[in-house]
């Protein structure tokens, strides 16, 4: 985990801003809490997981100083499990999961933070918006007014070698950028969520201030 605050850092410096600019949210998917509690002691103070199972099994017993997002593709009949238990979701991707998400934040009288989640890279292997459905998306949703949009999400391709990757990263910081311009109804583009073990520090040279490491911080998975 060091060696990544490293990176980070050095990124942060280049670029003339604080490390607290990139939130590191370590990703516990099949992570014991023992291990998610050690990692909390050491400074984490988010944690990701997939599943909503997970969350669910975990959060009375993971330290409450840790804010928890929801990363993974979210199943409609879920989000009343974590609507009140998550900081963020990372994965909206349509619009019947956005009804969902307002009808049960409207029954707990909270906002909710998400992210939209796009498929950069139009992987059939992968959920998301494709690059040019993002705004008339966001548009189409803007009446729900306990979903606050706070940027975009991306999961690229993994590659050996993660130069491949940059212009996935690169693609999704422009319309980030446009969107942020555009300037749209409950949307505050704040968040890029991208990059993991194996590319987040191109991830961090393209922009991403939200970055999701489970390797690199709890080693392989068993």
Request: net charge neutral.
């Amino acid at each position: 985990m060091e060696n990544i605050r490293e990176i980070i850092v050095k990124n942060t410096a280049q670029k003339g801003l604080s490390s607290d600019y990139i939130n590191l949210v370590a990703v516990t998917k099949t992570i014991a809490v023992d291990k998610i509690n050690e990692a909390i002691s050491l400074g984490v103070t988010h944690i990701g997981e997939n599943r909503v199972q997970e969350i669910q099994k975990k959060y009375e017993l993971v330290n409450k100083e840790a804010k928890w997002h929801m990363i993974g593709h979210l199943q409609t009949n879920k989000v009343k499990h974590i609507i009140d238990k998550v900081h963020m979701i990372h994965s909206l991707d349509r619009i019947s999961l956005a009804k969902e998400i307002q009808k049960r934040a409207e029954e707990k009288d909270i906002d909710i933070s998400v992210l939209v989640q796009v498929n950069i890279a139009e992987e059939d292997s992968k959920f998301g918006l494709k690059k040019e459905e993002v705004i008339p998306f966001i548009k189409s949703i803007g009446e729900l007014d306990r979903i606050k949009i706070k940027g975009l999400m991306t999961i690229a391709p993994y590659v050996e070698e993660p130069e491949e990757v940059r212009c996935v990263f690169r693609d999704l910081k422009i319309l980030f950028e446009c969107i942020k311009e555009i300037g749209l109804k409950n949307t505050d583009m704040k968040y890029l969520s991208m990059g993991m073990t194996n590319d987040f520090e191109i991830a961090l040279e393209e922009g991403a201030n939200i970055i999701r490491i489970g390797t690199g911080i709890f080693g392989k998975r068993e």
